[in-house]
């Protein structure tokens, strides 16, 4: 009965909350902007924060008529998108791997090291040439060695990546590029770019969390910058750009924080909250407290009377809200420093229904074996899965060694595209639609070959391995509630990121381990031993061989023997003719 | 003994066709394989590039109006007459200029024209008669009764490229058409130096090329800030509110484009591709703090600080990912609430009115102060709207001087028409392509010269067929370019003046030619000798051998001779 009171409050909260929001909308009338952070306590022990920073610009841009002038949205991606007819640009750099069995879903899911998709407008006659110009340009705003990105490692995807915007029909995938790089380390040197294309800055807002010397020193850390065509409005006549930015951290305060559990903004970011970015719209923190709802476990303080729930990756979660837009949230002091005191460490989350994982077998440096792993956690119901692996062209898939076994059986794929490499020109693409059955792991098995390099292909540390990226799983997971079917203003940020239609199924996309895989390598000093030997072995032959053509052969006299010659000048003193 | 010899023989035999084969086969073969493919360039064309001869010739029109000119005077006038000046700048590169002079009286509907009451119309109706083309110059001669001009004023120039010269009575009276004639030139030359290149313009033009002694500080500072000639140029507006709490500001950027900028740009076209975009730049700050002046109550900016401001602001303009043309920054700096009303001033410690100032080869600044808009008791933020026919008033200016409009005064006695709402008159336009065509010249020539003394110095660069191929089509332009400017088609001249400078910078900026296959002599030397010395040194022995034993036999020989 008090729950159900209490969801009541709730939702008169959330209808309260837009109202604010729709009134403010409508002040700014060319684009607008929410910035948004959402805090999750994981059982672990760890803190999870999640930063989204999302600006629309209400353009018509799909006509193909040129815009220029940028006031909230940055003109270095405006002009990216404009000039390469870009229709949705999804790009992340992330340092660490997210571990989802300790951690849960993430709300932005993305592969470690450097990853990037890019849908083209259909005008784009050339679509290889603009990529790779594309990546190139990139690769100079993000401070990122995109410009690696080739054909070597570039796929295109049949069904894995859909458009997350709105699309004019054509979902061709000659117009997709997507292209990992695992090997990327995220620094410094990647934040600041990434902090430049937000309208605050780091000056004001909740931008100013934001130091890099805090954000690098945590257990994972991805930053991503996501563009798409969104409505502007709920008829869908005419569409606008949606610039997210989002930047998720993992922070582990219970081994750095000498044994205490307890942290709070200042101590994860060393800042506090003043005041919102005078041109955001709202401006909020979201503290998660689904497991903490009579304070049983963590004491949250300030409090705030402002709850808020939502759907989120099938499940629906309570948040205290803290608006920075209201001066009521900073308090007399003026700032706002958030802390959480927890009481216990019992309690066990709920298992991610999906989670994969992937590792390589064998010994020796020639042949091997790949195994995908993927687990269902759902006690009683199956569902589909789309499995992307793409390995590069050094190592030779056997696909005729492929197998799928669930629950000890074969599971035969429904749909299977596969195209196989081409030496140094094209990785291998393997993508499988299977089912899940209820309460198992299924395991994809391949074996490889591993390829011999020429000298120059091989990296300035090959000993260290070469990297194979993330496999990619994108599945339908059932919901464990039902979800809303609208996709409104007064959802947070967090939970509409990915589009959902289906009411009782929500979409996540798992990232395996990338694989680290050691190629035979030679020593690299052998070139020059092998000319140097080969030189002298061909000399020694030719010398002979010279000296046997040339040089004249004439019997000669014998040497007098040793005895005799003693002889000799024994004879020669005593004055008698020698011998 | 004669088989010993035989096998002698042998031997030589042996030795003599091994080392032919190692000549024949082996050095052509190992030649072939080391060596780098070079394409063939034109060198003896880029040599002759190197001496640079200009000539610039431009038609001049002198029309004599009814009452400058006796009838009998009408009937001796000759048709044409050219000018010549030869200037040799240096000892690679000479200049000469020529005016064609054709002389001619007006016609009816010129003087009807002429008839106006003020010379604007004139010039507008004198332009609707005929238009002269590109690069040419009109010069009208009414006489001192007309009330065309005001009193004091010698020589009217308009928008187009039209002059009206007046002469004075006792300048004509009972003189033959020569002396009429001789009196008259000096006048011409002055309109033509202003309306038509000038010498100091071409000099300046070829900076790139040739290296001389700065003259006087004005005319280097002048060349030095204008942009150098380039295919594009981005133009960005961008408006920094370093305190977007207390002011929300609004520009409607669009619109003030479309009126001010675009017109202007429409009119260059010729002369390169302009793209403009606009952002607005939020908690963006001066590197400088100013000081505050407590007599005005208000904040300072000295002309010596400008130097540092714009350091920090740029770091937040972002370059340009679009395209590598040159970039024109325009900052429209509103400042905060805190720190206004704000005034820049000059050495001489005086307010400079426009409250604007500009870095050469950059871009321009304005500071516009907000203050006075709203009173003390204003809620924050204060929406604020722009004026921007303030703002583009100050950034047109800005825009014409550093795209090398030079806005000197003219000479006592000249009138110069307002150049109106397109910004710029059509001679200002032929001026700068006359400028613009000899600096693509003289920077092309010596991009070329440069990359081909570069590819023969270092015999190690690969040169792949599409540079050899740039680099012939930029030699072909230069040539046609100067032959162009030659014969007086200014427009044509400029056109193949631009394909050879992007010919040109795309040849000496191709990846392929950082390719280099450099190999240090050590490592050459490292890897050849443990092949070539024990092969050769065997081959060398026994040729030096048969040598001394031939020379032997040969005095031997001699001596049984004697």
Known sequence: MAAHRCRYLACLLLLFLSVILVTMSQETTLGHEQHELVIRPLHSGDIYASFQFRTVWETDFMKGNKVSHYRLFPKSLGQVISKFSVRELHISFTQGYWRTMQWGQPFIPSPPGAELWVWFQDSVTDVDATWKELTNVLSGIFCASLNFIDSTNTLQPSASFKPLGIGNGTTDHRFLRYATLPREIVCTENLTPWKKLLPCGSKAGLAVLLKSEKLFHSSFHSQSVHIRPVCQDRQCKSSSWELRQALNVVFDLHTSGQSKREWSLFKMFSRTLTEACPLASSSKIYIDVTDNPQEEQFELSPATPLLSQAVVLGDRRTFSVYDLTQQVTFGTVRSLNLMIRWKSSEGDMLRPLLHAERYVTGYGLQTGEIHTLMYNNHPFRSFPVLLLDSVPWYLRLYIHTLKVISKGKDNNPSYIHYQPSKDRERPHLLEMLLQLPPHSVTEVTVQFERALLKWTEYTPDPNHGFYVGSSVISSLVPSTVAMETNITMEQPLFSSFFPCKEESSYFARVYTEPLLVNLPTPDFSMPYNVICLTCTVVAVGYGSLYNLLTRSFQVEEPNPGLAKRIANVIRRMRGVPPL | ?562
């Open chain 2, 1 to 562: 003994m004669a088989t010993t010899e035989v096998e002698r023989r042998r031997g030589q035999l042996a030795a003599l066709s091994i080392a032919a084969v190692v000549i024949v086969v082996g050095v052509p073969l190992w030649w072939r394989t080391t060596e780098t493919y070079r394409a063939w360039l034109p060198f003896s064309q880029i040599k002759d590039l190197s001496k640079l001869q200009l000539h610039l010739s431009a038609d001049v029109e002198v029309v004599f109006a009814r009452g400058t000119l006796t009838p009998e005077q009408q009937k001796k006038l000759p048709l044409t007459q050219t000018q010549d000046e030869e200037h040799a700048v240096d000892e690679n590169t000479v200049l000469r200029y020529t005016h064609e002079i054709k002389y001619r009286t007006a016609t009816i509907m010129e003087e009807e024209a002429l008839g106006k009451p003020t010379a604007a119309e004139a010039d507008l109706s004198l332009h609707m008669l005929s238009e002269s083309p590109c690069g040419s110059s009109v010069v009208y001669v009414i006489p001192e009764v007309s009330s065309l001009l005001p009193e004091n004023v010698k020589v009217y120039i308009g928008q187009r490229r039209t002059a009206i010269l007046r002469i004075n009575a006792e300048m004509r009276a009972g003189k033959t058409v020569e002396q009429l004639l001789a009196v008259l030139k000096p006048q011409i030359k002055q309109v033509l130096q202003v309306m038509s290149f000038s010498h100091t313009d071409i000099t300046a033009a070829l900076s790139d090329r040739v290296r001389f002694n700065p003259g006087s500080k004005e005319s280097m500072t002048h060349s030095m800030r204008a942009f150098t000639s380039s295919p594009g140029y981005e133009i960005t507006f961008s408006l920094l509110n370093p305190d977007p709490r207390s002011h929300r500001l609004h520009w409607d950027i669009e619109g003030a484009v479309q009126t001010y900028i675009q017109p202007f740009l429409t009119k260059l076209s010729p002369l390169a591709n302009f793209s403009i975009d606009s952002q607005m730049l939020h908690y963006a700050m001066l590197g400088v703090n100013p000081r505050y002046n407590n007599d005005r109550g208000a904040f300072i900016l000295h002309a010596d600080s400008l130097a540092h401001v714009i350091n920090p602001v740029e770091a937040r303009l972002g370059s340009n990912a679009a395209s590598s043309n040159p970039v024109l920054n325009f900052l429209l700096y509103v400042p905060d609430a805190q720190h206004s009303p704000l005034y820049i001033q000059d050495h001489k410690k005086m307010d400079v009115p426009s409250n604007a100032f500009h870095s050469p080869r950059w871009g321009g600044i304005m500071v516009y102060n907000v203050k006075n808009l709203y009173g003390p008791e204003a809620e924050f933020p204060v929406n604020i709207n722009i004026n921007m026919a303030e703002v583009m008033g100050v950034f047109l200016t800005q825009l014409r001087l550093l795209v090398g409009m030079e806005s000197s005064p003219p000479p006592p006695g000249f009138l110069v028409a307002p150049c109106g709402s397109v910004g710029l008159a059509d001679w200002e336009l032929d001026r700068l392509m006359w400028s613009r065509s000899v600096e693509n010249i003289a920077t092309a020539t010596t991009t070329i010269t440069s990359l081909a003394q570069l590819l023969d110095q270092i015999g190690n660069i690969v040169i792949n067929d599409n540079i050899a191929q740039q680099v012939s089509s930029a030699v072909t332009s230069v040539q046609l370019a100067v032959a162009e400017l030659e014969a007086g088609n200014l427009g044509f001249a400029l056109q193949y003046s631009k394909e050879t400078i992007l010919a040109s910078e795309k040849a000496f900026f191709d990846p392929s030619l950082l390719h280099l296959l450099y190999f240090p002599d050590d490592q050459k030397f490292a890897i050849y000798i443990p092949l070539f010395l024990p092969m050769c040194v065997p081959i060398l022995l026994s040729l030096l051998k048969m040598a001394s034993e031939a020379r032997r036999r040969y005095r031997e020989k001699q001596a049984k001779k004697d």
